[in-house]
């Protein structure tokens, strides 16, 4: 069993920064791909980025590309999210998860932190 602790969420203006950190526990959590997701009031679910597990591979989509960076430190297993250029429109509740395929689906992934949130004001 893995479990994943999100932190780092907060209130920024346009244009700020924000780091996110998730925190893995559980002996197989350094050997899984892992992601990021997020999720805006009335909106599904979507990926953001992902990393494989020996963090030579990253995937970002296309609305973060340029603006976000994910990275892992496997000695802490620990995934991180640094978030620059903020825009309104990243405002949302950011999961973390992971999965043992290197993917981008959320129905691919078998283990989900809580959330957290950020919130980019205009």
């Known amino acids: 069993q893995v479990q994943l602790v999100e932190s780092g969420g907060g209130l920024v203006q346009a244009g700020g920064s924000l780091r996110l950190s998730c925190a893995a526990s559980?002996?197989?959590?350094?050997?899984?791909?892992m992601g990021w997701f997020r999720q805006a009031p009335g909106k599904e679910r979507e990926f953001v980025a992902r990393?494989?597990?020996?963090?030579?591979?990253?995937y970002y989509a296309d609305s973060v590309k340029g603006r976000f960076t994910i990275s892992r430190d496997n000695a802490k297993n620990t995934v991180f999210l640094q978030m620059n250029s903020l825009k309104p429109e990243d405002t949302a509740v950011y999961y973390c998860?992971?999965?043992?395929?290197?993917?981008?689906?959320?129905?691919?992934?078998?283990?989900w932190g809580q959330g957290t949130q950020v919130t980019v004001s205009s």
């Open positions: 990393i494989s597990w020996s963090g030579r591979s990253t």
């Open positions: 559980g002996r197989t959590a350094s050997t899984l791909h």
């Open positions: 998860a992971a999965t043992p395929s290197n993917t981008r689906y959320a129905n691919e992934y078998n283990y």
